[in-house]
């Protein structure tokens, strides 16, 4: 068996992994900042309502 083969097998898997582990990390801050931005989002509209309601009486 030929160590550069072997090497060269341990050097692609170890490609993979940290492609998989890169591709991971953004996935998950991806989400992480979706999740902040709708929390925002639904804190601001509830903010905006609130002040609609202050100034002409309930929406519904």
Same mark, same amino acid.
């Given at each position: 068996m030929? *160590?550069?083969d072997l $090497?060269?097998?341990?050097g692609l898997i170890? $490609?993979?992994i940290g492609l998989a582990i890169y591709l991971a990390v953004l996935a998950l801050m991806l989400w992480i900042g979706? $999740? /902040? /931005?709708?929390?925002?989002?639904r804190n601001g509209l509830r903010e905006h309502s609130m002040w609609l309601?202050?100034?002409?009486? *309930? $929406?519904?």
């Open positions: 030929d *160590p550069n $090497l060269t097998g341990a170890g $490609l993979v979706y $999740l /902040i /931005i709708k929390a925002a989002v309601e202050s100034r002409r009486g *309930p $929406l519904r």
